[in-house]
């Protein structure tokens, strides 16, 4: 028997259902912030090498011009 078997039937044996169901939503809930919160980091990080990038060709046509 495997440990999730045993896990399960520990909370089984209880009758302790909803706070298996409790569990797995919680942890599915914090790993889908976790992947969010990790997505939105990268996705700010790109952003900020774009802002980089554009003022850095501003900064080179504007020295171009004069």
């Given amino acids: 028997m495997n440990a999730i078997d045993q896990i399960l039937t ?3 044996g209880r009758a302790d259902v909803g706070h298996l169901g409790l569990l797995l939503w919680a942890g599915s809930a ?3 912030a976790y992947f969010m919160l990790r997505e939105m980091t990268a996705a700010n990080r790109r952003f900020d090498e774009f802002v980089r990038e554009l003022n850095r ?3 080179r046509l504007e020295g171009d011009q004069s």
Wanted: no cysteine; aromatic share 34%.
């Fill in 30 to 32: 914090s790993a889908f």
């Fill in 57 to 59: 060709f501003n900064a």
């Fill in 10 to 12: 520990a909370f089984v």
